[in-house]
Structures are given as C-alpha cells and as structure tokens.
C-alpha cells in the first residue's frame, strides 16, 4: 500500500541512502587505489574497460556503415579483459569482484528507486524513521531490559514466572521476526507492561526495525482529528506498515464507536497482513470483552498470545524506597 510521509521522515531515509552511498563509493576508491599500488597489471585492465565502454557509446551514437562490427569487437575484446582482471583480483585479494562498489542494496544502488518506483529498502527506512518519529512524540520513555530489576516482584512463582516473561521477550526481539506472534499483556496497575512494552520498542529500533510504541488514547485521538480534518497526517497507513505496532494501556480511551472502529481496523489489518502488534491493558478475560464488541474483542483473544501479569504495584514501591 501506499503511503504518505512526512516531509522530516522522507528527507532521514534519502539522508541515509545518501550516507550508505557515500560510504560503499569511498570504500571501493580505497581499494581501487589499493590495488593500482599493489597490482598494476590490474588497475590498468579496469581502465581499459572504461575507456572500451566510452568508446562503445561514441560508436553507437555515431550510426556509422561499420560502427555494428566495431561495436562486437569491443564487447568480445571488454569480455576477455575483465575475465583476466576478476583473474588477479581472485589470487591477489581473493575476490574476484574486489573493485565493484558495494552498495548496501544492490537493486537500487542506495538511490531509493528503481526504475522509478521506491525500493524496499526506501519503504523500510521510511517505516522505521516513521515509528520513530512517533516513539519521539511519544510522552513514554523507552526502556532497555537490562533495567528489569527482579526484586520488584514477590520472591517465588510471582518472580520466576516474570523473570521467565523478560526472557522470553529478549528472545523474541532477538528472534524478530522469527516466530513473532502478537502479544497481549494483560494485569492490574504498575506490573512492569509498559516498561517492558518499551523495552520491546527500544530493543527492535536499535536492530533497524521499525517498532512503534503509542498510547491507546494519544493514537486514537491522533486517528479521530485526521479522520473528521482536523489535523493532517497518515497515521492509520503508518500503523497498518510498521514491523511492529505496540499499543499501550488499552481501555484508558473513552467508550467510541469511531474509537472503537479504528482499533478494529488496525488490529484486524495488521492480522491480515500478518504483522505482530503488541497490546498492553489492565483489562482482562471477560472485562475485555465486556469493553468491546465482539469482532474486535474475540480478534483480541484469538489471535494474540496473552501474557499474564501479576506481583505488587512497583510504583508504589518505588515511592517507598524513594521515601526511605
């Protein structure tokens, strides 16, 4: 599908296309000079093959009686030097294509496009600098797991079976996106669900993936104002296209068909399109179902993996220890 970006969004993707190119281009200029140091015979046979296909060119744009022959005889002859160069380059280097310039992608030579159309590789940067302006505008901080602090949780099953919960999360980002099924946790106030919601966030950006990490209320709230124009903006394509959509504290909205509505949109299209959403709540079992409609709660419960919090309020024992 296509999708409308920010002008701020676009301009970070062509900036690090631009950065990638430089890079490859400059790193191949080493190693051409590289090799005119070390083996000349070689450097000489790479400026043979340019100065043939300029020629080519001037043949074919002259349209002379003879230019069809002369043309055949530069291929064979542009054929049999470059066996010879990737020769030497294969004993001296190892490589015979050691002096191509080594793109990061191949298909569009970082420029973003091929043959008109945005590259993969332009749709995945612009996904990913997309989430992350959102994760920016965003009034929650993103954590690291190596925050989780055990102690939090009651010594026993409560502590084992959430140390076992940070595990399997580092797992599955490092997995990502191996296996990566939709998570729903669920569990009372000050359990650790968005600490280690944007634990998830932070741990996929750092990967390159883009992983967006939004409050229920701020995204729909976003979603009704673009809706009814009063604000600009693609937010519902941007999160229907994320690698990894996380929704944060869902049931805090206020009750909404239209609310209602775009997380059926969301959630239900993202299924379709086989993207992993993480969803957090305080909601659980028959309370969610209770909050919404059947469509969009029985998705919920059926399509989602659902991860069960439990232990004492670790706000409140954090203002303890603060107290103290």
Do not use: W
Not at 231 to 243: E, F, I, K, R, S
Not at 255 to 263: A, G, M, W
Request: hydrophobic share 35%.
């Amino acid at each position: 599908m296509s999708v409308n970006y920010s002008e701020e969004t676009v301009r970070k993707a062509e900036q690090e296309l631009a950065r990638r190119r430089s890079i490859a281009e400059s790193e191949q200029l080493e190693r051409e000079e590289r090799i005119s140091r070390e083996l000349p015979e070689a450097a000489e046979l790479k400026r043979s093959l340019r100065n043939g296909y300029f020629e080519l060119v001037k043949l074919i744009a002259a349209h002379e009686g003879d230019a069809k022959k002369a043309a055949e005889r530069i291929r064979a002859k542009s054929i049999s030097t470059q066996e010879r160069l990737e020769q030497l380059l294969a004993e001296h280097t190892g490589d015979p294509h050691y002096l191509d310039v080594r793109y990061s992608c191949p298909a569009c030579r970082d420029t973003g496009f091929v043959e008109g159309v945005r590259c993969n590789c332009m749709k995945d940067l612009l996904k990913r600098f997309a989430a992350e302006e959102m994760n920016e505008n965003s009034a929650i901080a993103l954590h690291d797991f190596s925050e989780y602090r055990p102690t939090y949780y009651p010594e026993g099953d409560i502590r084992r079976r959430m140390d076992g919960v940070c595990a399997y999360l580092r797992k599955y980002c490092a997995d990502f996106p191996i296996g990566s099924c939709s998570l729903l946790f669920a569990g009372g106030t000050g359990l650790g669900k968005t600490f280690l919601s944007s634990c998830i966030a932070r741990a996929l950006g750092e990967r390159g993936i883009s992983a967006a990490f939004v409050s229920a209320f701020d995204m729909l709230r976003t979603l009704e104002n673009e809706h009814f124009g009063r604000a600009q903006g693609n937010t519902m394509d941007q999160l229907l296209t994320v690698d990894m959509l996380i929704i944060d504290d869902l049931g805090s909205e206020p009750n909404s068909s239209v609310y209602e509505t775009f997380l059926y949109n969301i959630i239900n299209g993202r299924i379709n399109r086989r993207l992993p959403t993480v969803i957090s709540t305080n909601l659980e079992g028959e309370v969610l179902r209770s909050r919404y409609h059947d469509r969009l709660a029985s998705r919920i419960m059926s399509e989602f993996r659902c991860i069960i919090f439990r232990g004492e309020d670790i706000r409140q024992i954090k203002a303890l220890e603060k107290r103290r």
